[in-house]
């Protein structure tokens, strides 16, 4: 039997809080007192990113400090979201600037010691019927996603990190079909190391609602489950929450806490355990959730009677 990690991301602290936690280091003390094996990192706003931790030695000092707190670090979410106008765009035929962008924050995480590096498809689902959509056009644009994110890939696999792509509602390309086609196409090209972010709240909103998805719905007749049986081998990250099937203000998943939604956990978690992630890890994902630290214990003692169920040590 697989065993399991319980991590959380760092963003969960920052979007929707009437006071957000800026400090790192509170964040990590609170983790460690609720019995969190480990933390996702959100490089970007006040936490820690190449530009807060400029030198090796910084990133020396940091990595001790998830440490000397019993936690590891599960994966990192990197800053990539300007990359969506005109001269930087991630659909440039050579997107230097987000190369170039990517190639550091490898650099940042591998000195932190993680083992993944999350994207998205920084888009808006209705990008390609924009008129700088159109101008590109969508298999154009699946294309360089594709040519793209093999390149990145490549320099990742430098850095011994495996690629998640976080496929969601809220950005372009969500599709079930669409979604096999960039991994498909990218994991073709070599780049065994890149796949997919497996997000239960995302998969359910992709595959069983159809939400923001363009020129009508393509559902499945399994949903989130049947989703995850297509990307067995082709997932590189996971992250775990419920879903009521709806969009937050953000036109993204709401990330319901467990208990709250219509996901069947008992039977997502042993497929999810048997779908050849290449790490242990299952990140609690409460992204835009209000007042995200009070379900942080509950979110962990949910988990925990699954893993205890599902993956025992």
């Known amino acids: 039997m697989a065993k399991a990690r319980i991590s959380i991301g760092t963003w969960a602290y920052l979007f929707n809080q009437t006071e957000p936690t800026n400090d790192f280091h509170t964040i990590l003390h609170k983790l460690q007192d ?69 190639l550091g924050w490898c650099a940042f995480a591998s000195d932190l010691d993680a083992k993944t590096i999350r994207v998205d498809t920084v888009l808006s689902p209705d990008y390609f019927s924009t008129e700088e959509g159109k101008k590109v056009g969508e298999k154009a644009g699946m294309d360089r996603f594709v040519g793209v994110w093999d390149k990145c890939s490549k320099i990742a696999a430098d850095f011994g990190l495996n690629v998640c792509w976080e496929f969601e509602p809220g950005f372009v390309f969500n599709k079930p079909s669409e979604i096999l086609a960039i991994v498909d196409g990218v994991r073709a090209k070599g780049n065994s190391n890149f796949g997919v972010l497996y997000d239960t709240c995302h998969a359910h909103m992709c595959a069983a609602i159809g939400a923001n998805h363009q020129g009508g719905k393509e559902l499945l007749p399994g949903g989130a489950l049947e989703l995850l049986t297509k990307l067995k081998g082709k997932i590189t990250h996971v992250h775990v929450i419920d879903s009521d099937g709806s969009l937050n203000e953000h036109n993204t998943s709401t990330h319901n806490p467990f208990g709250t939604g219509h996901l069947k956990f008992d039977e997502l978690v042993p497929a999810i355990q048997a779908a050849g992630v290449p790490n242990d890890w299952w990140c609690v994902d409460l992204c835009f959730w209000p007042d995200a630290w009070q379900v942080t214990a509950d979110s962990k003692k949910f988990l925990d009677k699954l893993r205890d169920k599902y993956a025992a040590a």
Do not use: C
């Open 34 to 102: 609720l019995g969190y094996d480990g933390v996702e990192l959100g490089s970007f706003g006040p936490h820690p990113s190449p530009a807060t931790h400029p030198t090796r030695k910084s990133r020396e000092k940091l990595k001790k400090e998830i440490a000397d707190h019993g936690l590891a670090l599960s994966g990192i979410a990197v800053d990539l979201w300007a990359f969506k106008t005109p001269g930087v765009s991630i659909l440039d035929e050579i997107p230097a600037a987000y190369t170039t962008a990517f």
